[in-house]
């Protein structure tokens, strides 16, 4: 990474333990975490996707592994981005910006390693 590296490896490794800790939760419960009252839209996209998500925690465990251990990491930035925004997407819906929180911390730092990974990108523009 180009700009303050000891900075971008803290924001690559708190993102992926924040990643797996947060998924690993969705599989073991030991933080006690609700989205409480869900707008009627809303709980009928978490009916409609609950098939897949023991999948895309799975890969969010995968995704964080690799930001913890640096392995593809300019790339792995990359893939998480749309996953960042559609976290972003779904909290913002559920209408309770109280609970934002962790979507917020995923995204700041997903856009800040973005931004310093922007050199490594340059050849995907020309």
Known sequence: M???SKTNNWYRIILGL???VYALNQ???FIPFTYGEMPDNTRDFIDAVAAYLPYLYMFEILIGLFLIFNKWSPFIV???FPLTISF???NLSNADLVKIWPALIVAILN???VFNFRKKYRPLFN
């Open 2 to 4: 180009e700009t303050n």
């Open 111 to 113: 856009v800040l390693l």
């Open 18 to 20: 924040f990643l797996v």
């Open 88 to 90: 972003l997407i779904f």
């Open 78 to 80: 990359i893939v998480l």
């Open 27 to 29: 599989f073991i419960h």
